[in-house]
């Protein structure tokens, strides 16, 4: 199992197979930086084309910007283009996302195996500590 944090690069696709299986599609850039012998800050940005086969209920919150957490398996592809040139490619078979920016919805949402849990659910980690006694 491997964990991603980056940036949607475009909205999501949902894509029906022959059988009506549903799988979400996506991609995600991750950042990268490292200093040189320079000194000078280098910035690497690595791309990852994502599936998502758990929910399709999901692709309305897998928006262009927005900052995900995405656990699952890595894999590597590599094709000729149209243009005759060797491509090469990093692919995620994902089965977590978790977000933690803005899209759609501007709350922390984490959505795992359970399709149950697929609703984004509110983080209401000090929501209940509105009245504290502490001394100061």
């Not at 897998?62 to 060797?86: N, Q, R, Y």
């Not at 977000?99 to 509110?122: E, L």
């Amino acid at each position: 199992m491997n964990t991603i944090v980056g940036r949607i690069t475009k909205n999501a696709e949902i894509k029906t197979l022959a059988n009506n299986r549903q799988v979400v599609n996506f991609s995600v850039a991750v950042n990268d930086y490292y200093k040189n012998k320079q000194g000078e800050k280098i910035e690497q940005t690595t791309y990852f084309n994502c599936a998502y086969w758990i929910s399709s209920k999901i692709a309305e919150y897998l928006t262009i910007g927005t900052l995900v957490e995405l656990s699952g398996k890595i894999s590597s592809s590599a094709w000729i283009g149209k243009d005759g040139e060797i491509k090469s490619g990093l692919n995620l078979n994902t089965s977590r996302i978790k977000f933690h920016g803005k899209g759609k919805s501007d709350q922390t949402t984490k959505i795992t195996n359970n399709p149950t849990t697929a609703k984004p659910q509110k983080n209401q980690a000090f929501a209940d500590d509105l009245e504290d006694d502490l001394p100061f």
